[in-house]
């Protein structure tokens, strides 16, 4: 069970039904790219699908989700675009990075992202796409992904302590079900962790979509900046473990240029 969930059981109703709500919006905006049925949006909540489809008719009516009656699935609605515009605050972590992001992607030709921490999921900031001829972008602006899944949601991980760890992967129960290696990927995403300990960058090949490898080092926090981590994403079978440490150390140049 999610911890979402586990939180509002011991809350009043309504308490409960917001953190419910809040975790379906979530499933969405990790979902909706690839398929943001009823079906995976109870799943991905551990929801059961008449108290899915109950919520998920409630925020359609206020326009915080779109129904697409056709492919019979859920999208972020306008609602959410126009109460993201009011969120100024968080612009000011984009235009403090965003130039790292573009020096990252010009100097590697690869589509390059921040990653910020959200709970126990990691949120795109921002995505700056690369001029190589072959180009992998399994992620957009705004989509979410489980803490430990793609390279610079890794490395966000890797900054936590150890009990941190296991209760963010055991809050993911039904989360990793909907990427490409399942519950059995709980064991590599600690070998993983530990490859950023040791190294100070992530190697993610596969976890976020088939074909495609992600490269992310964590982003200390500066003047009080939540928990970030700038990555890249390559097609797997061009990347070699010596470039990937050369691209490591591409990112981290870019970011120690940025202002103390």
Do not use: W
């Amino acid at each position: 069970m999610k911890l979402g969930l586990a939180r509002g059981e011991s809350g009043v109703a309504g308490a409960q039904a917001i953190r419910r709500a809040m975790d379906v919006i979530r499933a969405i905006a990790r979902l909706q790219r690839s398929d943001a049925s009823l079906s995976r949006v109870a799943h991905a909540t551990g929801l059961n699908q008449s108290t899915a489809f109950r919520i998920l008719k409630s925020l359609v009516e206020e326009r915080m989700l779109y129904y697409d009656e056709v492919a019979r699935t859920y999208h972020l609605g306008v609602l959410a675009f126009e109460l993201g515009l009011a969120a100024g605050g968080k612009s000011r972590v984009q235009e403090f990075y965003l130039p790292a992001v573009e020096e990252i992607a010009a100097r590697t030709r690869l589509t390059t992202y921040l990653m910020a921490r959200s709970d126990t999921e990691a949120v795109c900031l921002l995505c700056k796409e690369g001029a190589a001829v072959i180009r992998a972008k399994p992620i957009e602006v705004g989509q979410r992904l489980p803490l430990g899944i793609g390279g610079g949601s890794v490395a966000i991980l890797a900054t936590l302590d150890d009990d941190e760890i296991k209760e963010v992967l055991a809050a993911q129960e039904y989360d990793f079900d909907l990427f490409p290696g399942g519950r059995d990927e709980m064991a590599r995403i600690l070998d993983r962790v530990e490859g950023v300990r040791q190294n100070g960058y992530s190697i993610s090949s596969g976890s976020v979509a088939s074909g495609v490898c992600g490269i992310g080092v964590p982003v200390l926090p500066q003047r009080g900046l939540m928990q970030l981590a700038v990555s890249v994403s390559a097609v797997t079978d061009v990347v070699t473990p010596q470039e990937a440490k050369t691209i490591a150390g591409i990112i981290k140049s870019a970011i120690g240029k940025l202002p103390a």
